[in-house]
């Protein structure tokens, strides 16, 4: 059986599900876990290409031994591959010095220069595939579509809410410091993610009003986003677009994050501050003094985006026709 084109990831991630419908793709993931992972995952992976034997093979890199594979496969076949890449370049981070980390810069050399495609979510990313030999295309996120929820017009304090996965590098401590100085008892701060990830971000003692959410399901966190006054997404990556920014986005409320050039110019209209708790602070203040306005800013922001994006789309779309 032949199909003309199929979508393979060895992880659950809404942008996979996302494009992946836009695309038109069958989607397979294989979501292993334990020892046994990439062995299982690379035979059914090999299966699923016999069985389809596809003209065109799109999918998700992580994992970098998925995409190696890939390459490999359609170098012995006449399948196109197309790589989603995301900000796995091990960016600001050792690219030599132990065997992975060896055999992921190898891997990640060889699929870049090997796909057909490598889309990435911005500028220096594409260049960065450049530079290795590969080709790249321009692709962010597309924002997501939150169901609506009943929020409570008069909450008795203002929330706000870090977006978090408790990732090494998120200063989150940094903002509990900073929700410690802005002491304001009128606000609230929750915390999204699995906080036992990094015990080490959690101070002793926290300050009155903040709430741990630990990890939450898909509903609960899309109210808790849609009932929140500001969000914060911070990071001390460099080129590392966030998801946390396009959901405040898409929800249209204030955005407060990380000052990253990538961000700066992809998410314009939002309150930009260092990974410190003043300037954290700061940012806070400057929103709460004028909520309406930063959160008709993030709307204006919002349809920009979705016309960026079907741009972006279509340039990805005449560039995969052209492929097969």
């Known amino acids: 059986m032949t199909a003309d084109k199929i979508w393979i990831s ?7 599900l996302t494009l992946s419908k836009y695309l038109d793709c069958k989607l397979f993931i294989f979501d292993f876990e334990g020892l046994f992972r990439y062995p299982l995952c690379l035979v059914k992976t090999l299966f699923t290409l016999l069985i389809h034997r596809p003209k065109l093979l799109l999918i998700q890199n992580p994992s970098i031994v998925l995409a190696a594979f890939s390459c490999f496969y359609c170098s012995l076949t006449a399948t196109k591959l197309v790589v989603d890449r995301h900000s796995n370049f091990r960016l600001n981070k050792p690219q030599s010095g132990s065997l992975p980390i060896w055999l992921f810069m190898r891997f990640h050399y060889y699929s870049l220069k090997h796909a057909n ?4 979510t911005n500028d220096f990313l594409a260049d960065l595939v450049r530079k290795a030999g590969g080709r790249p295309v321009i692709l962010p996120d597309k924002l997501p579509n939150f169901p609506a929820h009943n929020i409570p017009e ?9 977006i978090s996965s408790f990732g090494f590098d998120e ?3 940094e903002v509990i410091e900073a929700f410690r100085i802005l002491n304001n008892p009128d606000c609230e701060l929750f915390i999204t993610g699995n906080f036992r990830r990094r015990p080490s971000e959690i101070p002793s003692f926290l300050p009155s009003g903040l709430h741990l959410t630990g990890f939450v399901p898909d509903e609960e966190y899309i109210k808790l986003l849609n009932s929140s006054d500001i969000v914060l997404v ?3 990556a460099d080129y590392c677009m966030l998801c946390g920014c396009y959901e405040a986005v898409a929800a249209e409320k204030p955005l407060i ?3 990253k050039q990538v961000l700066r110019d992809y998410f314009n209209e939002a309150v930009f501050v260092e990974n410190n708790p003043e300037s954290i602070c700061s940012g806070i203040k400057k929103v709460l ?6 959160r008709k800013k993030i709307s204006v922001l919002k349809e920009e985006i979705e016309k960026k994006w079907d741009n972006h789309f ?4 005449t560039a995969l026709q052209n492929l097969v």
């Open 117 to 120: 495609l490598t889309i990435v």
């Open 154 to 162: 008069h909450k008795e304090k203002k929330r706000l809410l870090l």
């Open 314 to 317: 279509s340039a990805l779309d």
């Open 171 to 173: 200063p989150v401590r």
């Open 10 to 16: 060895w992880e659950t991630q809404r942008r996979t």
């Open 289 to 294: 003094k004028n909520p309406d306005c930063y």
């Open 234 to 236: 911070l990071t001390r």
């Open 257 to 259: 994050t990380s000052d």
